[in-house]
């Protein structure tokens, strides 16, 4: 294989932000009546806006409909990015190393606003050449839909893109899109052994991810 461009995950990747939304998704479920579950939080990883807004609305028992809940969730983590980003040690450098050798995309969980932010705040948006939200494909990971989007607009076969994640969700979105993965993983929320096993490399920080690795 042939790596001709190279897609990220943003969320737990490039930010430290998996706490903060299970921080904010949980006081908001408790808030409005609902039961947080002990695997919700590695539920949600990687599910797209309306698949999340759906789950807190209806299994965990928030009583708003999913699109108050969308939009109640997302105005906390925005206030929340307002004050401050989460980057991940060595994100800016990996970023920028990556993209002297290939052309980047963004393939996120987040929605198109936190996106938006999160990389207009950081300057990281001068190294991507496009970012798609899985608001704005079909479905959401571990779909591969927005794996494929990200391909189709670099004008790349997904079989000739690496691809950095760190969820369950993630890697196997990465994956089933037949790209090559390289993961990242947090160990507070480390992926399931049979995600993990389907990378190339894994990585247990970003100052490890050279266009050698990525290439290799």
Known sequence: MSITAVVFDMD?????????????RRAY??????HWLPDTQQRLMGMSTQEWSEYLSGTLGVRE?????ARDVVARMSEHYDNAVPLLPGAVEAVQRISERWPLGLASSSPRALID?????????????????TEEVDRGKPAPDVYQAVAAFLRRQPTDCAAVEDSSNGLRSA????????????????????????AAHVVSDLDELTPALVGG
């Open 12 to 24: 737990g990747v490039l930010i430290d932000s998996e706490p903060v939304w299970e921080k904010i």
């Open 175 to 198: 994956h089933a899109a037949g790209m090559r993965v390289i993961a990242a993983p947090r160990p507070e929320y480390p992926p399931a052994p049979d995600a993990l096993a389907l």
């Open 65 to 69: 409909p999913p699109e108050t809940v």
């Open 29 to 34: 479920v408790v808030e409005k009546g609902g």
């Open 117 to 133: 932010a999160v990389l207009g705040q950081t300057g990281l948006i001068e190294f991507f050449t496009v970012t798609f939200s």
